[in-house]
């Protein structure tokens, strides 16, 4: 069983066991792992911070990772979402701000929305074809993802009206 300490002071035992692991071994060496320094063996060795790959990031591996990780996500997101990627309406159509502003939603807008539509036994797409809209409107609100899509103040308002629910503050 791992002990996960950053120093022997209850650790008991000699010294010669993998702080990470728990591994008895005369191998240890010191580690970086998640920004404690720890006796690692040979096989939690790969753990450590400095041996993982640093390329485009400022040298500690976290924002290559990070971007990495997020992008990895929101390909995940959009493959569970049934929608297709294609932002071309929102980029040829746009919103405009000023005659459509996007008011401040409620938090966790986009459970909600998912929730009433279901309650009320519609279909992305059938709702979407109600309000005369983008199915993928209907999935970026329902993902929370709203201001980042550029929806107006004007459909959100249509799926409260229809739904009866409330998704914006005020």
């Not at 002990?3 to 008895?24: F, H, N």
């Not at 807008?109 to 209907?138: F, N, P, S, V, W």
């Amino acid at each position: 069983m791992a002990k996960y300490s950053t120093g022997d002071s209850s650790g008991g035992g000699d010294g010669d066991t993998c702080e990470l692991c728990g591994a008895a071994s005369d191998r240890l060496r010191m580690a970086n792992v998640a920004g404690a320094e720890l006796e690692v063996c040979p096989d939690c060795a790969p753990h450590d911070d400095a041996q993982k790959t640093t390329s485009g990031s400022s040298g500690d591996g976290s924002s290559r990772d990070s971007g990495e990780r997020k992008r990895n996500a929101a390909r995940n997101t959009a493959k569970t979402s049934n929608w297709d990627g294609d932002t071309s309406h929102w980029e040829e159509g746009g919103t405009n701000y000023d005659d459509d502003q996007l008011p401040y939603l409620v938090k966790d807008y986009g459970k909600t929305l998912t929730d009433a539509r279901q309650d009320a036994g519609l279909q992305r797409d059938e709702l979407a074809d109600e309000l005369d809209t983008d199915e993928a409107d209907i999935i970026a609100v329902e993902q929370g993802r709203a201001a980042r899509a550029g929806i107006g103040g004007g459909l959100i308002a249509k799926l409260e009206d229809r739904l009866d629910v409330q998704l914006s503050e005020g």
